[in-house]
């Protein structure tokens, strides 16, 4: 149960489904724990201390990967984003431009036989990966002036809008956005990067809105809730900690399925419904 001075921001939720403050911020503490440890194994979670320049070039492959990092190695889908950014539809100014005008026979016949003899995207999305590559091209043609640092382009208040800004493309799911807002903000200092990461804010998706609940960090598992419980806790760098919760909810605190045994917040849990 909940008693803290603080209780004056919460109001929405249920206070009865939360720790003490004692035990929410011993909890808080293990979360950023767990971050310490995914980031030994994983370089989009490690902050550069001096980001790297993002030329339009660089985004429009990097925006590539992104769409090809699913179901193969991170490395082949990187390198196919710079290939195909350099070796078709007339790379330039006009790139996404060039694409979304294309034929449609000609889009299929690039992505499945462009790289090299071989396919961009992996088997299973040999089909889907042109007609993504397309909405893409034409979103960000007309959305963004055809220049994917402009879906990036955001203030540490806003850094949320990066990974909402990537979900609303085709192909681009909740782990891709996610992936592709941790590596803009700590390799490329996106949003302020490193130097802000105090201010950087998170706007809590559905895993991390469970965890927290069912934790009793928050009163409630609602969007809005978790949002301004999560705001008035001041936490020292809210995109570590959206990493870590978020990847807790992923593999440990399934919707329907919850391996409490094996998550790391399991002995201070509360383990509310
Ligand atoms: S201990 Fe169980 S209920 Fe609590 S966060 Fe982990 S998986 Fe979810």
């Not at 800004?165 to 590596?183: P, S, T, V, Y």
């Not at 895993?207 to 009793?216: A, F, I, Q, T």
């Amino acid at each position: 149960m909940y008693s803290g001075a603080t209780i004056s921001h919460f109001g929405a939720g249920d206070l009865k489904h939360m720790v003490t403050k004692r035990r929410r911020d011993k909890l808080i503490e293990i979360v950023y724990q767990h971050y310490k440890k995914l980031a030994k194994n994983d370089d989009t979670l490690v902050w550069a201390s001096s980001p790297e320049k993002m030329t339009k070039k660089k985004a429009d492959a990097f925006f590539l990967g992104v769409m090809l990092d699913q179901g193969q190695v991170a490395e082949r889908a990187w390198e196919g984003g710079r290939h195909l950014r350099e070796n078709h539809f007339q790379p330039g100014k006009t790139f996404w431009k060039n694409i979304s005008s294309a034929k449609e026979r000609e889009i299929k016949k690039i992505t499945k036989t462009g790289f090299d003899n071989k396919s961009y995207a992996v088997n299973f999305q040999t089909n889907k990966f042109p007609k993504w590559l397309r909405s893409a091209a034409k979103k960000i043609s007309d959305e963004y002036n055809s220049d994917p640092r402009l879906i990036w382009d955001a203030s540490p208040e806003e850094c949320f809008l990066i990974y909402e800004r990537f979900k609303e493309f085709d192909g681009i799911g909740d782990a891709l956005a996610k992936m592709a807002q941790f590596i803009l903000v700590r390799k490329f200092g996106v949003a302020g990067g490193k130097k802000n990461k105090h201010m950087l804010s998170i706007k809590p998706d559905i895993h991390l809105c469970r965890v927290l609940y069912r934790c009793g960090i928050t009163s409630s598992a609602k969007i809005s809730v978790t949002a301004d419980e999560i705001g008035s806790f001041k936490l020292k760098s809210p995109a570590d900690f959206d990493a870590a919760c978020w990847h807790i909810g992923r593999e440990f605190c399934g919707k329907t399925d919850r391996k409490c045994g094996l998550c790391p917040l399991s002995d201070d849990c509360e383990k509310n419904e």
